[in-house]
């Protein structure tokens, strides 16, 4: 049995930092691929030359947090812990093995006096991904879009029941101008202006973080939360992404996400069944982009015919029953639905209507969108053979990122209030992830 001499603990050697980190250290090879000189120029406007007192250095300042979420460490007092005692983190921030390291404090101070309401967060994450792109290692043609929701740093019980304005949907003028286009084609006089355009909905808004949203999945998880729209490439590079509040759907939250992407000129969006809309659908098949949804269940009651067992004319514009009866064009409503209705002496006389209608005045109301065409082109594109296989690889991709980020980079909850903040915990997790990828392969 061997027995270990602890004098050893105050022998003094002559070793350099650099000696006493491993060769293959991940620090290491994100160090020899990533420039991080830009961030002087990101930050220049945001300090003064001429007076007040020398600050930290802005790369070791935005290096703290990229060891916190790189490493998935809970907070920035124990990033700064691991920092004291880790070698490989002193010599990533350039510090010797005796220099005092910041305070805790020091990059929450700087980011509310200096940071925040600025977009350097996101711009950092931009500049990370343009030297992923110069690599030549990402590919926008192929966009894989979906959401993930954080759990925010809000108590569940301290909430207020306020009445809120509803968002306006941000394709409602397009979708106007195809209404009043529909209803003109069909003899029908515009609608009348709506009075009520404001609109109210009563939500819960948390004490703790109000920008935060009650999100709900299932009957049990019930959270304050945010969602993070994100979108990567075929080969799990993050491209872009956007931070909403945890009650806001992916479909209202895509627009946000899209405007961005666009730049990327991407030839195909692959998404799940919660973006499936017409008006997405619309905007994409508009803009020369093919949308691969999956299928998406019916949510028509048990025991009841199916929509897709009405169907439509094009010629006639008009829709048929199971039992062979015409469905005919009646309006065009606000919402943008065509409403097909049948006649109730049909009806009445009917073995099928039990399977039809429960309506008290026996009338079938069937709706199509002005821009279901678009949908139904979006179902064609689901069964061309080399397109369908596109959403089998979401599970290697975006959920594959959602995953390394919760698992991992501390994503699955922040400790963190407000959107500014979520912004820039987001932009610098995503990242990371880039940065880890890349010295992976280049490092």
């Not at 299928?295 to 067992?309: D, I, L, Q, S």
């Not at 594959?400 to 991992?408: I, L, N, P, Y």
Request: charged share 30%.
């Amino acid at each position: 049995m061997g027995k270990h001499d602890h004098s050893k603990r105050k022998q003094i050697q002559f070793v350099t930092i650099d000696e006493m980190v491993p060769k293959d250290h991940l620090l290491r090879k994100i160090d020899k691929v990533i420039d991080f000189d830009f961030i002087y120029e990101l930050v220049q406007p945001l300090y003064t030359l001429d007076n007040g007192r020398p600050g930290l250095d802005p790369v070791i300042l935005i290096k703290l947090p990229i060891i916190q979420y790189l490493f998935g460490i809970r907070s920035m007092r124990q990033t700064i812990k691991e920092i004291q005692v880790n070698m490989a983190y002193r010599w990533f921030l350039g510090l010797d093995m005796v220099e005092v390291v910041p305070h805790f404090t020091t990059f929450g101070k700087n980011f509310e006096r200096r940071f925040k309401g600025t977009d350097l967060f996101e711009q950092i994450f931009k500049q990370i991904l343009l030297q992923c792109v110069q690599a030549k290692l990402v590919d926008p043609s192929v966009l894989f879009v979906d959401g993930t929701h954080v759990k925010a740093d809000a108590n569940n019980h301290k909430f207020s029941d306020m009445m809120v304005n509803k968002e306006a949907v941000n394709y409602r003028r397009a979708l106007d101008q195809e209404i009043e286009k529909d209803r003109v084609a069909h003899g029908k006089g515009p609608l009348k202006a709506d009075q009520s355009a404001v609109k109210t909905k009563r939500q819960k808004v948390s004490r703790n973080d109000p920008e935060s949203g009650w999100f709900h999945k299932g009957e049990h998880k019930q959270v304050f939360a945010y969602n993070v729209q994100t979108a990567c490439d075929a080969h799990g590079w993050v491209i872009d992404y956007t931070i909403h509040p945890g009650n806001q759907h992916d479909s209202q939250a895509f627009d946000a996400l899209y405007q961005k992407l666009k730049s990327k000129s991407p030839r195909i969006v692959v998404a799940d069944a919660g973006y499936k809309t017409p008006a997405i659908a619309h905007e994409l098949i508009s803009d020369h982009v093919t949308p691969i949804f999956p299928y998406k269940r019916p949510m028509t009651k048990p025991g009841f015919f199916r929509k897709r067992e009405y169907v439509y004319d094009e010629y006639y514009d008009c829709y048929l029953c199971p039992n062979n009866k015409v469905l005919k064009y009646s309006t065009t409503n606000r919402d943008g639905y065509r409403e097909y209705k049948s006649n109730p002496q049909d009806c009445k006389t009917c073995p099928l209507i039990n399977q039809c209608t429960l309506s008290k005045n026996h009338q079938k109301v069937v709706t199509r969108h002005v821009w279901e065409d678009d949908l139904e082109t979006c179902e064609e594109i689901r069964h061309t053979y080399g397109l369908r296989e596109w959403y089998d690889v979401r599970k290697e991709t975006i959920e594959r990122v959602f995953g390394t980020a919760k698992e991992f980079h501390g994503l699955r909850y922040t400790n963190m209030r407000g959107k500014d903040k979520m912004a820039m915990k987001v932009g610098l997790t995503f990242a990371c992830l880039n940065m880890k990828k890349l010295a992976k392969i280049c490092g």
